[in-house]
């Protein structure tokens, strides 16, 4: 199994630009997740899905949006890029194991916004 | 409010001797603890998770952690550092307010080096 699987790996945008930052797992797990990990900062929950067209938000939703049409797939969309989305992107998908869903991560996306 | 805390930015220690990283909780009710590691340009990989039962667990990679439930801590260790252990470490906690998925709480990370 290739995992948790991000492209690209990074990236720059100019601001208001627009971009997709695509997450795919090969695991068949029904919960994914997207985080923005800030320097000196713990991982921030932008969105997340329970399954196949179903998503919430997490904690830092504004400026995103995701669609989940597959299983496999859960891409995070920015529609006007600005300063502030500067950050290192991870997606995460999940399983239940010994009770308790364990994540597992992509590598991550860099995003320079300009 | 629910939070994690790890106190130390960095954590120095020679190599071969053991190590500590630690983390501090907050949450009403009965925790779900984690330890993830991230090595440079890479994604967090998952070490070792607390949910019931001894309080002592074991991971990958040879670490380890203490559950103290009156200290409310849970922190990592390692009897014998390598110097390939040197990374980012993040604890983190369920929220236990996300139902049925298995929302996290991190901390903001602690950065272990482990010299030669």
């Known amino acids: 199994n290739a995992g948790v699987t991000q492209t690209p790996k990074f990236r720059i945008l100019k601001i208001g630009q627009s971009m997709t930052l695509q997450c795919t797992q090969d695991?068949?797990?029904?919960?994914m997740y997207w985080y923005r990990q800030d320097p000196g900062m713990g991982l921030k929950l932008i969105y997340y899905?329970?399954?196949?067209?179903?998503?919430d938000k997490g904690e830092v939703p504004n400026g995103y949006n995701v669609s989940r049409s597959t299983t496999e797939d859960f891409p995070l969309r920015l529609e006007l890029a600005a300063p502030s989305q500067t950050s290192v992107y991870f997606c995460?998908?999940?399983?239940?194991?010994?009770?308790?869903?364990?994540?597992?991560f992509g590598p991550g996306t860099r995003l320079l916004v300009l | 409010a629910q939070s994690v805390a790890q106190p130390e930015d960095q954590v120095n220690v020679a190599e071969g001797n053991p190590l500590t990283v630690k983390c501090t909780y907050s949450?009403?009710?009965?925790?779900?603890l984690f330890w993830y590691v991230q090595y440079p340009n890479r994604g967090l990989q998952f070490l070792l998770k607390?949910?019931?039962?001894?309080?002592l667990v074991k991971g990958s990679y040879g670490f380890e952690a203490e559950f103290n439930k009156s200290q409310t801590s849970f922190h990592l260790k390692k009897p014998s550092a390598l110097v390939s252990d040197s990374a980012l470490y993040f604890c983190?906690?369920?929220?236990?307010?996300?139902?049925?998925?298995?929302?996290?709480?991190f901390g903001a990370g602690t950065r272990l080096a482990v010299h030669p």
């Open positions: 995460a998908s999940s399983y239940p194991e010994g009770g308790v869903e364990t994540q597992y």
């Open positions: 695991m068949n797990h029904n919960y």
């Open positions: 899905s329970v399954g196949a067209g179903i998503t």
């Open positions: 949450v009403s009710g009965n925790p779900y």
């Open positions: 607390y949910i019931t039962g001894d309080n």
């Open positions: 983190a906690v369920r929220d236990v307010r996300s139902g049925g998925y298995n929302k996290l709480i």
